[in-house]
Structures are given as C-alpha cells and as structure tokens.
C-alpha cells in the first residue's frame, strides 16, 4: 500500500444490469398473464455498483473494477459509472454482462433471478491490474461474484484491508467461506441464519476478520467486534419504505465511510442502519444515496436518543 493512495476503496465485482419487475405478491401465484404496474424497466447497478455509489456519495475516491461484456447492458454499466462520476476499469467479459431480473412485492421484498450464463469458472481479473489498483488503494471492498475469489491473494499480497459481503449465507457453502475467513471486515444477511451470533463468532475464530456484522431489516444489526457482540437498533426510514434493493450495500457503504473516516465501529454501524434505511425509500427503478450531511445528522440523532445496550464479553 503507498503512503498517500489514490483510492479510498477500491470496488470488486458486482457490476451488472437489473430488470425491475413490479408484482402484486410474493410469492406469485401462477397465472397466464399479469398486467405490471408501474411497469417494467433495466437499469444499471448491482451490489458493486452500489456500494461504489454509496461509498462515493459520501465523498471517498473510490474505484470499481470488474468484468463487462461489449453489449447493451454493459453500455448501461459503463454510463451509470461517467454519469455519477465513478472510476471504471472494465475488462472484456466475452459471455456477457452480468444481469438479473428482480421481483419486487408491494411491501420492498424482492425475489431475484440471477443469470448464469454471464460467466463461466475460467473467467479472471488479471492480476497485474488488481495488484496496481490495490497498491494505490486505502481498502478493497470485495463481491462474491465470479471472479473475485480467485483476487483475494493478490489482494492480500498487496498489504489492503480487505471487506466484503456474504448477502444471505447460510454459514456452511464453502465458497462464501473462502471470502469470510479472508476479510478484515465481513457483512452478511441474518435472513438465513438459524444462530446469527454462532456463525459471527465461527467467522472471527476461523478467519482474520475483526468486525462482523450480520443485517437484519427492520429488527437492526448484529456486530461483532474485539470479541464482543452487540445489537444495534434499526434506524427510522425518512420516508415510506418501497424497496429493500441495495439496502444492504447501501449499509456496508455506510459502514466503510464510518471506519474509515476514525469511527469506532458501533458508530459505523449506527452509519450503516441509516443508510440503509435511507435506501429502502428509494424505488428499485432509480439510482440515489445517502448525502454525508443528511447520513451524519440522521445517525448523531439516533445514537443521542437509542440507548446502546451493554456489549456481551467474547468467550473462548
């Protein structure tokens, strides 16, 4: 790592392109045909794109890295990055950008169908291109899509903190493992999780982790760190909630921007829940975050008037 990098975070993986569709309930009941309303639209931004969005709406240089195919849905990628003013290195992905198709009910939940056909086992970042990136890099925020496993030693080699985000693990699919136990920051969806603090506490003992946060929606955040696990309320959305897309990213950008501006990592947390919160009053068919002043206020009101319950001590 230099003595005055260039980049606050580096970003890797997780471009694509989401269809949006609006559907009365989920699960759908069969039926020949729906009418949609307010319609269906493709849009760039998938978890990398978002958590670089986040990341530098609040001010850090911040850069993203992935694969992209030479098709339409690249284009969108590559225009959501100029037109927010975002750093993109793309490298040619011949099987196409990465895109989705996300269901998404009248209460925010969503459904996402993911295509897998956009990559294959062989796909790679190349590793000089990581390793300079990374050099001039503060952080590395790392997707679990393909190919970012096969950067992790690179990353490691390169001397970056490193996080990233297991979005709903069930604690036991080896390939999220490999990016949990080589994290020094490690986000992840209670959603599957039986025992949310086992699984934080397997995290930090089998890995290099030293901050483990577990989101759970509306019931807030378990975070875990030196060994002690605490709950952190949800923050108040500021207006009605209409989708919970890039909730998740829109935290761990909140999280980043509190540690690596000096907050300890209870405060970074209460960052996070408010950024979340302020991404699930933002319809999935747009793009916006959470400005640092409105982040700031929002969280300083929230640690004033939530009383932060006592930390339990690590066990051994």
Not at 193 to 214: C, N, S
Request: hydrophobic share 40%; aromatic share 4%.
């Amino acid at each position: 790592m230099t003595d005055s990098p260039d980049i606050d975070v580096l970003v890797l993986g997780g471009a694509g392109v989401d269809t949006i569709v609006h559907v009365p309930e989920l699960p759908l009941p069969f039926a020949d045909s729906y009418m949609i309303r307010p319609g269906i639209r493709t849009r760039a931004g998938q978890t990398g794109d978002f958590v670089a969005l986040g990341l530098h709406a609040l001010g850090l240089r911040t850069h993203h890295l992935d694969l992209l195919g030479d098709d339409p849905e690249g284009d969108l990628v590559r225009a959501f990055h100029r037109d927010h003013g975002i750093p993109l290195t793309a490298i040619l992905q011949p099987a196409g950008t990465k895109r989705a198709v996300n269901l998404v009910g009248p209460d925010g939940r969503r459904l996402s169908l993911y295509d897998a056909t956009r990559g294959s086992d062989t796909d790679r970042l190349p590793a000089d291109t990581v390793r300079a990136l990374a050099s001039a890099s503060r952080h590395a925020h790392v997707s679990i899509t393909q190919p970012c496993a096969h950067a992790l030693p690179v990353l490691r080699s390169a001397g970056v903190t490193l996080s990233t985000d297991l979005h709903d693990w069930d604690g036991e699919n080896p390939y999220h493992a490999q990016f949990a136990h080589t994290a020094d920051i490690v986000f992840l969806s209670a959603a599957a999780l039986d025992d949310p603090e086992r699984t934080l506490r397997g995290i930090a003992a089998e890995g290099r982790a030293r901050e483990v946060i577990a989101t759970a929606g509306a019931k807030g955040a378990h975070l875990l760190a030196d060994g002690r696990l605490t709950h952190v309320p949800a923050a108040a959305p500021p207006s009605p909630v209409v989708d919970s897309n890039g909730a998740g990213d829109a935290f761990a950008a909140g999280y980043l921007y509190g540690r690596l501006t000096g907050h300890p990592p209870y405060e970074s947390a209460v960052f996070g829940t408010v950024a979340g919160a302020h991404a699930c009053t933002v319809p999935a068919t747009t793009t916006d975050s959470i400005a640092p002043a409105a982040l700031l206020s929002r969280a300083e009101e929230a640690l004033r008037t939530t009383h932060v319950p006592p930390a339990h001590p690590g066990r051994d």
